[in-house]
């Protein structure tokens, strides 16, 4: 199947420090990519749909100014946590569309953010 | 709302049973259909995808759709300890994507 990469895996930082997480499409094109929150023994929760060159789209209840998400290429989507409190500690997961295709979704290897 | 449902269980089966994991969806526009798995700690991978009424076989999985009672199912066969995880099924549309909230499998040694 196609590969999703995440990076970093996991990732400490500090309260009040931002963090970026990257996770890119390696041998497909991918026009949409979503981010997605899971909390220990919780389901996944979408945050937003990205799409490449436009802004993304938020669920409701995400605040879009905290989760910065930038889809600048067809391989490449961000999410920037900024000013990470603790309870933003938390897995997070990207997938990734594959285009063209039947809307088949692969997912990154997930990241791990620890917020101290 | 589009809306796709699953029992979050735990579904306890003993090696060597079959496993039947089940979904409904909400959407009669959904055109494809998914299922993951997810182990603790890891991220969803991809199992089957199936698109047409009837069965999809894949190795010791097979999947069943009946689009006219908006139903997806999953069976494992020959069941493993390393099948426990958490089931994700999703349904798709011309640009959505709707996942349910998984059922967790328990197979027993």
């Known amino acids: 199947g196609a590969v999703v990469s995440q990076h970093p895996s996991w990732v400490i930082c500090k309260s009040g420090t931002s963090v970026k997480i990257e996770c890119r499409s390696l041998?497909?094109?991918?026009?949409?990519m979503f981010w997605y929150r899971q909390f220990p023994k919780q389901s996944l929760m979408l945050m937003a749909t990205?799409?490449?060159?436009?802004?993304?789209?938020?669920e409701q209840g995400v605040e879009k100014d905290k989760f910065l998400i930038n889809h600048a290429s067809l391989t490449l989507s961000t999410l920037t946590v900024t000013s990470a409190h603790p309870e933003d500690s938390s897995f997070y997961i990207c997938?990734?569309?594959?285009?063209?295709?039947?809307?088949?979704?692969?997912f990154g290897e997930g990241s791990w953010l620890t917020v101290v | 709302q589009k809306e796709v449902e699953q029992n979050s269980g735990p579904l306890s089966v003993p090696e060597g049973a079959i496993a039947s994991l089940n979904c409904t969806y909400s959407?009669?526009?959904?055109?494809?259909f998914f299922w993951y798995r997810q182990y603790s700690g890891k991220s969803p991978e991809l199992i089957m995808f199936?698109?047409?009424?009837g069965d999809k076989e894949d190795g010791r999985f097979t999947a069943q759709l009946n689009k006219a009672s908006q139903y997806v199912s999953l069976l494992i066969r020959d069941s493993q300890p390393s099948d426990s995880a958490t089931y994700l099924c999703?349904?798709?549309?011309?640009?959505?994507?709707?996942f349910g909230k998984g059922t967790m499998l328990l197979v027993s040694p």
């Open positions: 997938s990734a569309k594959q285009t063209p295709g039947r809307n088949t979704i692969y």
């Open positions: 041998d497909f094109q991918a026009t949409t």
């Open positions: 990205s799409n490449e060159g436009s802004k993304a789209t938020y």
């Open positions: 959407d009669r526009g959904s055109q494809s």
């Open positions: 199936i698109y047409s009424n």
């Open positions: 999703a349904a798709s549309g011309y640009s959505t994507l709707t």
